[in-house]
């Protein structure tokens, strides 16, 4: 091959300076590196012969070794140099191999790549542990220390619930009542828990009247006693409690402890319906279809009275 094919195929005129040469070379070697044909067979194959014929041509031409232009699959396209531009403004191009975090991952090993995928196995393993210890918090059964803690903060409570309720304090005696109706803190003990209950009645809390009414109806830690039931019912049913309401309803419904009275019950069930009781309103549509135009007028007559002696809720 003659010294003017050479320049040739550098894309040079003949005469060019060492400089000039090199620049081009360069050039060339970021146009044709089989590398950047990887995609296509043929022309990585037309590319490899390309590359031997510009290698020999620079050998010839510079009278030196070829420049090492590193050029690997995957690597960022040559980064543009400046102080390698010629005086007509071209660019000259240099190949760089540039490290990234989480280069592994695409076949590259350097500092920075190992650096990046530890912290991304770290932070993944942080947020597994995060997730499993959450998960633990809400599932887990309690530690030991955990259950004796809970256990002893009850005691402590329900001693100190006794000594109030001792004193006459109401929301202590219902507490009371309620401890040995669900044992919490204490055995469950029905007949205790209407002990209880039966005091803070008397002395007119109408959540424990419910309770010891629920206790007389069902036989439970007492006698059966529709009729005591009814009584306690009724007690806080006028108070507005709507449990009351609905249970003193059903006993007027039945006969139980009282005379049937469907007007009666139609009353306390639309009472308790008005107070968001969450069967009462089904309980008095099922009554209207069985009860006589009288009875119902009778029963909206009452309802109107006892609406007026109601206390107003909040």
């Not at 620049?23 to 990887?38: E, G, I, N, S």
């Not at 004193?167 to 205790?192: D, K, T």
């Not at 006993?251 to 009666?264: I, K, Q, S, T």
């Not at 009462?280 to 549509?285: H, L, P, S, T, V």
Request: proline share 5%; glycine share 8%.
């Amino acid at each position: 091959m003659s010294e003017e094919r050479y320049f040739e195929t550098l894309r040079l005129k003949p005469g060019a300076s060492p400089e000039e040469i090199k620049r081009a070379y360069l050039a060339q070697v970021k146009r044709w590196h089989p590398d950047r044909f990887a995609h296509d067979p043929a022309q990585q194959k037309e590319a490899e012969e390309r590359m031997k014929a510009i290698n020999v041509a620079y050998e010839a031409l510079a009278g030196e070794a070829k420049p090492e232009v590193p050029f690997q699959r995957g690597a960022p396209v040559p980064s543009y140099d400046s102080e390698a531009a010629d005086a007509s403004g071209r660019a000259a191009y240099a190949h760089q191999k540039r490290p990234t975090a989480f280069a592994f991952w695409r076949g590259q090993t350097g500092l920075l790549s190992w650096v990046g995928t530890i912290v991304l196995a770290l932070i993944s393993l942080g947020a597994f542990w995060f997730a499993a210890d959450t998960l633990a918090s809400y599932y887990a059964p309690p530690f030991a220390a955990d259950s004796i803690r809970h256990e002893a903060k009850l005691e402590s409570v329900v001693a100190q619930t006794r000594r109030a309720a001792e004193q006459g304090e109401l929301w202590a005696l219902f507490n009371m009542g309620s401890f040995y109706y669900h044992g919490r803190g204490v055995p469950v003990n029905l007949g205790e828990a209407a002990k209880w209950f039966a005091r803070a009645a008397q002395a007119g809390e109408p959540n424990a009247q419910t309770r010891l009414g629920l206790l007389y109806a069902k036989g439970a830690g007492v006698a059966q006693d529709y009729a005591a039931a009814a009584s306690w019912f009724r007690a806080a049913a006028e108070q507005g409690q709507r449990d009351a309401q609905h249970n003193l309803a059903l006993l007027h419904r039945n006969g139980l402890g009282v005379p049937v009275d469907f007007a009666e019950a139609f009353q306390w069930w639309s009472l308790a319906a008005a107070a968001e009781h969450p069967a009462a309103g089904a309980f008095r549509d099922a009554l209207v279809k069985v009860m006589t135009e009288s009875q119902v007028a009778e029963g909206q007559r009452r309802l109107q009275a006892a609406e007026l002696r109601m206390p107003k809720r909040k």
